[in-house]
């Protein structure tokens, strides 16, 4: 397969995923893009979940095509950091698929299943992974020729991620109604990073090797 139709993968995963997040807030009654997590929409039990999971899933599959893009093009002989980079990619794109599917979060005040469970654990390696991944990559394109400003941006989009996760465990843990909008910032800036990535590689990479 084509490694730049891989690399399109990546854009395809940020927009399925906006997908489920618009559609989803718009037709779910009550439900606020600043108080309510994105797993809300298709948590075990939630009235749109078999329309709103689908989206969800497909942004993984997606995520996955483009991290195998990554790795086929920088193997572990040629870029160690990227391709170890990318294979977190790989596992946190199998565990959303999960996540989307057959582990569903519980609703918040609901009793705990099995499924939730794995939820929460899926849920919280992935949240660790992000960071060896996006900083291992950023620094392992510095050496590419073009790609030193991306190892900044890196940065910064860590730097995002790690504040809006504290923020959103203070927030819980003061009952502050706004768990929603600091889960967006710290996914939206991850998803930034995506596909500026995934356009990066797509439409400027000479594709040399």
């Known amino acids: 397969m084509d490694k730049k139709i891989l690399y399109?993968?990546?854009?395809?995963s940020?927009?399925?995923?906006?997908l489920a997040d618009i559609i989803g807030g718009i037709i779910t009654p009550n439900y606020s893009y600043v108080v309510n997590v994105?797993?809300?929409l298709s948590q075990s039990g939630a009235e749109n979940r078999i329309l709103i999971s689908p989206f969800l899933f497909l942004s993984s599959i997606m995520g996955i095509l483009f991290a195998l893009g990554i790795i086929s093009h920088y193997p572990y002989?040629?870029?160690?950091?990227?391709f170890i980079g990318g294979t977190a990619l790989i596992i946190m794109g199998v565990f959303t698929s999960l996540t989307s599917t057959i582990f569903p979060m519980d609703p918040f005040g609901g009793n705990t299943t099995f499924a939730g469970t794995m939820h929460l654990i899926l849920v919280g390696i992935s949240a660790v992974l992000i960071f060896p991944a996006l900083l291992m990559i950023g620094i392992g394109f510095y050496r590419e020729k073009n790609w030193r400003s991306f190892r900044s941006y890196t940065f910064v989009s860590v730097l995002i991620i790690?504040?809006?996760?504290?923020l959103s465990t203070v927030v819980i843990a003061n009952g502050i109604e706004l768990m929603?909008?600091?889960?967006?910032i710290a996914v939206y800036?991850?998803?930034l990073w995506i596909f500026l990535l995934s356009y990066k590689l797509t439409y400027l990479n000479n594709f040399e090797e």
């Open 162 to 166: 790690l504040i809006s996760g504290v």
């Open 180 to 184: 929603g909008l600091f889960e967006r």
């Open 38 to 40: 994105v797993s809300e």
């Open 77 to 82: 002989g040629r870029n160690k950091l990227i």
């Open 14 to 18: 940020v927009i399925f995923y906006l």
């Open 189 to 191: 800036a991850y998803f």
């Open 8 to 12: 399109y993968a990546g854009m395809a």
